[in-house]
């Protein structure tokens, strides 16, 4: 299971993952989950530019020495995991593509969304896309 696709299932809320897979600043959150990403964002994309302010910044907002240790070591942990999955050539599975494509129909209306299904060459498509035109 994916991380999406475990938030949808712990919070059962479609609009928060579809916002948090898509554009965070978009999403239900408060200054608190909102101040922790903006940082976690940043580390990710510009790892360079981390100040003491940024970690200020976490501070302010509530975060112990500890949540920030914690914030820092998951970013670091899922750039590892990425990058270790990109460099043996892995991709996402089927199901988890299909998963996601279905709840951004859901809160798209987009029917169209998630109708072709990846799969490896000479595998037919599951039997819920089979036939479909």
């Known amino acids: 299971m994916h991380h999406g696709e475990l938030l949808r299932e712990v919070s059962g809320d479609d609009a928060l993952v579809y916002h948090l897979q898509r554009d965070h600043e978009q999403a239900p959150l408060d200054a608190t989950d909102r101040a922790m990403l903006a940082f976690a964002v940043r580390l990710n994309a510009r790892p360079a530019d981390i100040r003491e302010a940024d970690v200020d910044a976490l501070r302010d907002a509530g ?71």
């Open 63 to 133: 975060f112990d020495d500890r949540a920030v240790l914690d914030i820092v070591l998951l970013v670091a942990m899922f750039n590892f995991m990425n990058r270790l999955a990109s460099g043996l050539g892995l991709a996402a599975d089927a199901h988890s593509v299909r998963e996601r494509e279905r709840a951004e129909a859901r809160l798209t209306g987009d029917a169209h969304i998630g109708r072709e299904e990846p799969r490896a060459e000479g595998h037919p498509p599951p039997p819920d896309l089979q036939g479909d035109a």
